[in-house]
């Protein structure tokens, strides 16, 4: 039923990647700049929604084999454990701890265990949009 | 973390593992795998015992959220350790035992185990939690496996009705139990039971004491199956019967009684708490006891004979709790002896109940019924059996050589000890008590008897019984002889028990008597002819009688007929609340979205708008307000025309544009206000949203004419108005108040506590960590709603009661 949009998906192809780069830095850049978990998971699902928008869902779903509520599921429970991960230290639940590190290539860098937390809500917020967005359009 | 945070994991993360060892190896019958779980926490505590004995509890805590007081701490005495002895003890033997009993072909074993080793973790979480709020949630938890495994054979009308039952009564007795906690902490400040106790007498005074008291017991009445509340117990025999001799017997039913010995040292002495725990139980051991008489079913018969005993312990504690009244003194210590005897006698009876859960598991099992019109003449099939039933019956209804003699003689003297009591205006209704048990213990040796001579002696009848009976294998055998071994020894040996596990017990039920003499009695089994011997040749005789002749007298149950009963009572409350919900919901459940959104408003508009109003919070200055830019005041006219226009849009499509607007506009100003994450928010989520009204467009139906009487469009104008009213006043309000001082400088040290420059995501993932996570939570849930709503599609003729 959908029709074959030419435009939309050259450009897609494109943007999909520029999008997905942001959305990458956007949630690497949160510790220190604008960014974070939320909104970079927003984003990924953005540049995912593009490509069931421009092509079909049968198509992307060849290409990227997920099952979103999986997805999200693995997102609430990364976001969950993380937290009790504290605990074994002894700290409250979900408290987060940060070190400096000196790595190979990227020189100084700062580790933190909240990445791990956000990276939970992250999974959690591309899951959920993608669920919500593919059930939607598939009842047809 | 200690060890005995472990021990209570354990069960609940293997409860986790068994389905998937249930996949990995198909050959495994799953009973062995989850068998191993019990044993190794009965070994790891039968080591803590010399340490407990020796007078160390053992403690530890883990803090969870110290704002609220919570915390996972952990405290083993000596009654949490006769608890979880009990718990893992007898858990090993009902899981042995439910290897032969379920059959690996035609059950759930999945499911049966993981909900048992649920149950186990949380009834040990039950025993050992010393923070109130962690001890009522696992104290729910066992309600809720309980729930489940009493529901185990789902496809039974009966089976889901008992479990429904049990879950609303256990369930609703716990909330009860959690307010009067909630009181404990208001008066207290803390919600370690330990520090509580601590305290003393010095929170007797305050008004929430006595309501915190009830509370605390009707949450211990209804979980230990207490008159009025026993009516569960009954329903729920629908479990397996391993299910039945474990939860429904020896360990869940008594988490009640373990409530009742815990808070002793913090209510005992009170004339209320004597009065409900010893009266009740006393009236519960007696009509528990007359009402399995009648009884036509093995199991019902048990049930019953459960909450006869559940009082009977019951009773012992409320008496032993008036030892603590006006402090710990010689004189008094004599009542100590009734805690001493309820501790026994709870060792004793999940011995005797056990066993004989498991024999008549067993006579279900090989003969197919457990009517006893039907059972009768089992003596030459079953030997073994018979004998087990002799030993564990014999031992209930309290003769000797068996265990329950002991622990029955002692609950004649402290009946007797009721009756020529002085203290709580005891000097009225004492005397009945030692009537009341006697009587209560005729009827308990009656039936005791119909147990044995009902199903084994008496004529064979082949044709009333499903299968040609036989002697049950050996392995279902080998833990009900366990268990009958253990009702022997006791009677031979019962000051070892006595010094390792009763004593420290009492000690920690009456820590204000620690070391009195006469505190802990040396039990033996021949102590002259006194009152209480005199009580049980009595109960022999009467009792023999009344059971070979009863049917001269069963003519007296007529009088309490089936339709007068509480548990009619029950079902009418049920459907009436049922019928009353419904009704109440179809008066505003109209199926018109515009009632629902008002609601929704209405109720915002009167409480947060009241609130605004009458708490004085109305403020409007903008005496500081900084002049705003044209540009600034361009983005808000753009706005304001954006959303008057939505009201005049003829199309869907028109309307979310302008909605779209509207959002970006937002997005602008959180640019101009240089509020970077919030702009790029919004953005995104805006384009998300867009593109999903753009989804939903197909399946909306074409624009209705709008209903443009008057009596449609006034509510909706008020309702408009109103919220867009309040909206405004409150955000300037806000601008307004200063009600304490800013906490943004705490936020400004992101760097030096999170390592994070930017605030905004340090206070998302680190300060205010909590709420983002339930928030992911919550977006999950709401997700996964909105796939179910979407894609499940109700088959063509299924359950009509699901789509009413």
């Known amino acids: ?140 | 973390m200690t060890l005995i945070h472990l021990f209570v994991l354990v069960p609940i993360l293997s409860a986790l593992l068994i389905p998937f060892i249930g996949k990995w190896f198909p050959k495994l019958h799953l009973g062995w795998a989850a068998l191993f779980v019990p044993v190794l926490l009965f070994v790891c505590f039968c080591t803590a015992i010399p340490k407990v004995a020796a007078g160390g509890p053992v403690f530890g805590s883990v803090s969870w959220s110290q704002a609220l007081d919570l915390a996972f701490s952990v405290h083993l005495d000596g009654l949490s350790l006769i608890f979880t002895l009990l718990i893992t003890g007898i858990g090993s033997l009902v899981v042995l035992y439910s290897i032969f009993y379920l059959s690996k072909e035609r059950e759930s074993l999945s499911h049966f185990y993981a909900y048992l080793l649920l149950f186990m973790g949380a009834m040990l979480g039950v025993v050992l939690s010393d923070n109130m709020i962690m001890l009522y949630i696992f104290w729910e938890l066992t309600s809720i496996s309980s729930f489940l495994l009493i529901a185990f054979w789902f496809r039974r009308k009966k089976s889901r009705y008992g479990a429904q039952k049990s879950f609303l009564i256990t369930v609703g007795g716990g909330l009860f139990m959690l307010v009067g906690f909630i009181m404990l902490h208001v008066i207290t400040g803390t919600n370690s039971i330990q520090e509580i106790i601590t305290m003393g007498d010095s929170i007797r005074e305050h008004a929430l004491f006595v309501p915190a008291l009830v509370l605390i017991l009707i949450g211990a009445f209804t979980k230990s199956a207490q008159f009025p509340f026993h009516i569960w117990l009954p329903d729920a025999m629908e479990a397996p019967t391993p299910v039945s001799a474990y939860l429904h017997s020896a360990t869940m039913v008594k988490a009640g009684l373990f409530l009742v010995a815990r808070f002793t040292p913090i209510f005992g002495g009170e004339a209320v708490w004597f009065w409900l725990v010893s009266g009740i139980g006393m009236f519960t051991m007696f009509w528990g006891s007359f009402s399995a008489v009648r009884q036509k079913d093995l199991k019902a018969l048990l049930a019953y004979s459960t909450i006869s005993q559940l009082g009977l312990i019951m009773f012992l504690f409320g008496m032993g709790s008036a030892a603590l009244q006006g402090g710990a003194s010689t004189e008094s210590v004599i009542y100590t002896k009734a805690i001493f005897a309820a501790l026994f006698h709870l060792v004793n009876h999940s011995t005797f109940k056990g066993a004989l859960f498991m024999v008549v598991g067993i006579v279900d099992h090989e003969v197919g019924t457990r009517d006893i019109r039907k059972l009768g003449g089992l003596l030459p099939f079953m030997p073994v059996t018979f004998t087990l039933a002799v030993i564990s019956s014999f031992s209930m209804a309290g003769l000797p050589p068996f265990n329950g003699f002991l622990s029955k003689e002692m609950f004649f003297t402290a009946s007797l000890q009721a009756g020529s009591m002085n203290i709580f205006s005891m000097d009225t209704w004492g005397p009945l008590f030692p009537i009341i048990a006697w009587t209560g213990s005729v009827f308990t040796f009656v039936y005791s008897m119909f147990i044995v001579f009902r199903t084994f002696l008496g004529p064979y009848r082949r044709e009333r019984l499903e299968k040609t009976p036989h002697e049950a294998p050996l392995g279902m055998l080998i833990s009900p002889i366990v268990l009958c071994a253990i009702i022997v020894t006791l009677f031979f040996v019962p000051n070892g028990l006595s010094h390792y596990l009763l004593a420290p017990a009492v000690h920690s039920i009456l820590p204000s008597y620690q070391g009195m003499e006469g505190l802990i009695p040396h039990i033996s089994a021949w102590h002259g002819f006194n009152p209480e011997l005199l009580m049980t040749a009595g109960v022999v005789v009467i009792g023999a009688l009344l059971a070979r002749m009863y049917r001269a007298w069963q003519d007296v149950y007529e009088l309490f007929p089936a339709s007068r009963s509480l548990d009619r009572g029950y079902q009418w409350l049920l459907t009436g609340s049922e019928i009353g919900s419904k009704k109440v919901t179809n008066l505003y459940m109209t199926g018109f979205l515009r009632h629902y959104l008002y609601y929704i408003y209405g109720f915002l508009i009167f409480l947060t708008g009241g609130t605004l109003l009458f708490s004085g919070g109305l403020s409007l200055r903008f005496s500081h307000d900084v002049p705003a830019a044209p540009y600034e005041m361009l983005l808000v006219l753009i706005m304001a025309a954006a959303g008057v226009g939505i009201l005049f849009t003829k199309s869907r499509m028109t309307a979310a544009l302008l909605n779209g607007i509207l959002g970006y506009s937002i997005a602008i100003f959180f640019v101009l206000f240089r509020a970077p994450d919030l702009a790029l928010t919004q953005l995104v989520v805006e384009t998300v949203t867009t593109v999903l009204f753009l989804l939903c467009f197909y399946h909306l139906p074409e624009w209705p004419k709008e209903d443009r009487s008057f009596k449609v469009r006034v509510p909706k104008i008020l309702i408009s108005i109103g919220m867009g009213t309040l909206t405004v006043l409150l955000a300037l309000s806000v601008q307004g108040n200063k009600l304490f001082d800013s906490i943004s400088s705490y936020f400004e040290d992101s760097y030096d506590l999170a390592g994070g420059r930017n605030i905004v995501n340090a206070i998302l993932g680190d300060f205010r960590a909590f709420d983002t996570m339930l928030e992911v939570v919550v977006l999950f849930i709401a997700g996964v709603g909105v796939y179910t709503l979407v894609k499940l599609k109700i088959p063509k003729g299924a359950d009509d009661h699901e789509r009413k």
Do not use: C
């Not at chain 1, 850049?29 to 909104?39: E, K, Q, S, T, Y």
């Not at chain 1, 700290?91 to 987060?96: A, D, I």
């Not at chain 1, 590190?101 to 990276?119: D, H, Q, R, Y």
């Open chain 1, 1 to 140: 039923m959908r029709e074959n949009d030419l435009i939309l998906q050259t450009v897609s192809k494109v943007a999909v990647f520029i999008i997905l780069t942001f959305g990458v830095y956007l949630f690497l850049a949160g510790h220190h700049h604008p960014g974070g978990g939320f909104i970079g998971g927003l984003t990924l699902s953005s540049a995912f929604v593009l490509l069931y928008l421009a092509f079909d869902v049968e198509t992307i779903n060849k290409g990227l084999p997920f099952d979103y509520k999986n997805v999200a599921a693995l997102g609430v429970i990364i976001a969950t454990l993380t937290g009790t991960g504290s605990l074994l230290f002894g700290s409250s639940f979900l408290s987060q701890t940060f070190a400096y590190f000196n790595l190979p290539i990227f020189g100084k860098t700062e580790l933190a265990t909240v990445m791990l937390f956000e990276s939970g809500v992250a999974l959690g917020v591309i899951g959920v949009v993608v669920t919500i967005i593919i059930s939607i359009s598939e009842d047809v």
